[in-house]
C-alpha cells in the first residue's frame, strides 16, 4: 500500500520561503504523475502543481506560477519549493499520487493515494 508524509510545512512571513517534502514508499507500481494540493480553512482542496513522473513534465495553478516549483529524485519522493508565499497561500498541503493516465490531474477525484498533510501558515 502506497504511503506518502508530506514534511517541511511551517510559519513564515509574506515573501519567505518553504520546500515541502513528499516521502514515498510501498510503491508496488509507478506513479504517472504526482501532485500537490492545498486546503484552507472553510475552502475545498485545490490542486497545485503536478509533475509526471516519467517525463518530468510539471504543470501549475495560475496562482502559483513563477513562485513554485515541484520537483522529484530518483526515490520518486516529490517535493514543493515554495518562494515569495502570499498571505492567499496558507492551508493544509498534500501531496497525491495517481497510477496512470488521466487529464484531470487537477481534480482531487482522480487521486487514491493521498498523505495526511502539513501545515503552512503566512504572516503578513
Known amino acids: 500500500q502506497v504511503r506518502l508524509v508530506e514534511s517541511g510545512g511551517g510559519s513564515v512571513q509574506a515573501g519567505g520561503s518553504l520546500k515541502l517534502s513528499c516521502a514515498a514508499s510501498?510503491?508496488?507500481?509507478?506513479?504517472?504523475?504526482m501532485a500537490w494540493f492545498r486546503q484552507a480553512p472553510g475552502k475545498e482542496r485545490e490542486a497545485v502543481a503536478v509533475i509526471y513522473t516519467g517525463s518530468g513534465r510539471t504543470l501549475y495553478v495560475d496562482s502559483v506560477k513563477g513562485r513554485f516549483t515541484i520537483s522529484q529524485d530518483n526515490a520518486k519522493n516529490t517535493y514543493l519549493q515554495m518562494n515569495n508565499l502570499k498571505p492567499e497561500d496558507p492551508g493544509m498541503y498534500y501531496c497525491a499520487a495517481h497510477r496512470s493516465y488521466s487529464d484531470s490531474w487537477y481534480s482531487e477525484n482522480t487521486y487514491a493515494a493521498w498523505g495526511t498533510g502539513t501545515q503552512v501558515t503566512v504572516s503578513s
Open positions: 510501498g510503491y508496488t507500481y509507478s506513479p504517472y504523475f
